[in-house]
């Protein structure tokens, strides 16, 4: 009975362990409250211009740390707000953050994208588009400065739908990238067709290119292919300095990673953006 007990335990936070339906429902109370507490947090990544070493964009990623249990990981509660149809809300909550934080920045005259992760559920809302374009109007953002990062695997759960989602975004001016390319089932030739601007390679691969030279050849020709065929490319899970070596002279990919800043503050990051950057000389950039 103890060892069952442990087992449940271990189960609330690892997700390779299905969670039992009790602690489901239990985490899943929480996570609403904490939602509309605005307990949620947002902790932004830079991702950096390896050619010119400055910081061009920052990803926002949800954090939430539970009043008893501690943080939670987000491979345990987006699952969960995915299943539960609280993502929505959980989403509307990061992308008025991020979208704050980047009016503040634009404001102090940093000129960066801000990259904001969406879900399935919202490829298949054909209300999301316009609900975005009034978040940005709202913030005085223009369009070309945010960035929708959506998975293969969740286009493809529901691809005509995604395909009008995604082109009624992009008809607004907002960039759509494709995280963790690679893992997923879609070819390069359908994710053009669908007109995505950004491939966000995998850190699976990214990872292990100084020790395998099979995931070597596949980051270098992707990396070339999608800049041939006029795609931005982030390259995720940067973690030492040969990879980013190898990385640059490939040349125009962008790379995020622990190496070259972990997902922090906004006051974290700001000191990154400055010590890259520079500090902005021209004042606060126009409001869209
Ligand atoms: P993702 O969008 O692919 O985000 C990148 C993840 O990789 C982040 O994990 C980040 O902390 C981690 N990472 C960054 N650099 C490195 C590195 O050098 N090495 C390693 N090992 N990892 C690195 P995080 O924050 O735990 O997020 C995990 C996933 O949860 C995200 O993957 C995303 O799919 C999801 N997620 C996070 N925040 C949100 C959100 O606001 N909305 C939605 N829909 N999903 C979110
Ligand atoms: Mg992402
Ligand atoms: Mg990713
Ligand atoms: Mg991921």
Not at 207 to 216: F, P, T
Request: aromatic content about 4%; some cysteine; glycine content about 8%.
């Amino acid at each position: 009975y103890h060892a069952k007990l442990e087992r449940d335990r271990i189960s609330i936070f690892s997700p390779e362990f299905d969670l039992n339906t009790v602690e489901r429902l239990r985490l899943l109370a929480d996570l609403r409250i904490a939602i509309d507490r605005g307990d949620l947090d947002v902790v932004f990544q830079p991702q950096v211009e390896l050619a010119g070493s400055r910081v061009v964009a920052v990803e926002a990623l949800a954090r939430w740390n539970h009043c008893t249990r501690g943080p939670v990981g987000p491979d345990v509660f987006i699952p969960l707000a995915e299943d539960s149809g609280l993502i929505f809300r959980l989403t509307t909550v990061v992308l008025e953050r991020a979208l704050a934080q980047l009016a503040e920045w634009r404001a102090a005259g940093h000129d960066i994208r801000m990259a904001v992760n969406l879900s399935a559920r919202h490829l298949s809302d054909l209300g999301v588009p316009q609900q975005v374009a009034l978040a940005l109007r709202r913030h005085g953002i223009p369009a070309s400065s945010l960035v929708l990062e959506v998975t293969e695997t969740a286009i493809l759960s529901d691809p005509v739908r995604a395909d009008l989602v995604i082109r009624a975004l992009r008809a607004h001016g907002v960039t759509i990238a494709i995280d963790d390319y690679g893992t997923g089932n879609a070819s390069l030739s359908y994710l053009r067709r669908l007109e995505v601007d950004e491939l966000k390679i995998d850190r699976v691969f990214v990872s292990n290119i100084r020790a395998d030279g099979q995931d070597m050849i596949i980051v270098r020709s992707t990396i070339a292919l999608a800049l041939e065929l006029g795609l931005r490319v982030v390259a995720e899970g940067v973690e030492d300095e040969p990879t980013v070596e190898s990385l640059r002279s490939f040349g125009g990919v962008v790379a995020q990673g622990y190496h070259l800043g972990r997902p922090g503050s906004a006051e974290a990051v700001e000191r990154m953006i400055v010590e890259a950057n520079g500090a902005p000389t021209e004042g606060a950039l126009s409001r869209a």
